[in-house]
């Protein structure tokens, strides 16, 4: 665990609550992430291991699908309360989850060509368009069934 810490914190983040803050659930927030250089670092990363001929958009998207529901099973069983109470150790597991997840999202867009980045700020956009706060605001409902 000490080891995982220090590379988070070695690149200026924490993305788990540390037991010795003085406010409960206090977090380190982490620095933005440039999805550029990680989709080049990624790539590199391929490349080194001649993986590119395994990494097709096919492949990659059924990765990613398996990776999800790795990262469901942390949560499979569990109420809703166990589930935002994970323990330290259950937080590194599904951090290490979620770390897969943005792997394959980001080395699949970059096979497609897909500037993630603006496909994003577009869904963004979609969605605060299609849900807007005066009709959303406090509801579950699909915008489809917003009044």
């Known amino acids: 665990m000490k080891l995982v810490i220090n590379f988070f914190l070695s690149r200026g983040c924490?993305?788990?609550?540390?037991?010795?803050?003085?406010?409960?659930r206090q977090r380190i927030h982490c620095l933005p992430v440039n999805i550029v250089d990680l989709a080049?670092?990624?790539?590199?990363?391929?490349?080194?291991r001649d993986w590119e001929q395994f990494h097709a958009p096919k492949n990659l998207a059924m990765a990613l699908a398996v990776e999800a529901a790795e990262l469901m099973e942390h949560?499979?069983?569990?109420?809703e309360r166990q589930s935002a109470e994970l323990s330290l150790a259950a937080k590194e597991q599904v951090a290490t989850e979620l770390a897969d997840v943005l792997i394959y999202t980001v080395r699949l867009a970059d096979r497609l060509g897909v500037d993630l980045e603006t496909a994003v700020e577009?869904?963004?956009l979609a969605n605060a368009a299609k849900y807007?706060?005066?009709?959303?605001?406090?509801?579950?409902?699909?915008?489809?069934?917003?009044?």
Do not use: D, M
């Not at 924490?14 to 409960?24: D, G, Q, S, V």
């Not at 080049?40 to 080194?48: G, I, P, Q, S, Y």
């Not at 949560?75 to 109420?79: E, I, K, M, S």
């Open 132 to 147: 807007p706060v005066e009709k959303s605001r406090g509801s579950a409902k699909k915008y489809s069934q917003l009044e």
């Open 40 to 48: 080049a670092r990624l790539r590199a990363f391929a490349r080194e």
């Open 122 to 124: 577009a869904k963004i």
């Open 14 to 24: 924490h993305y788990f609550h540390l037991p010795a803050c003085r406010k409960p």
């Open 75 to 79: 949560f499979q069983w569990l109420t």
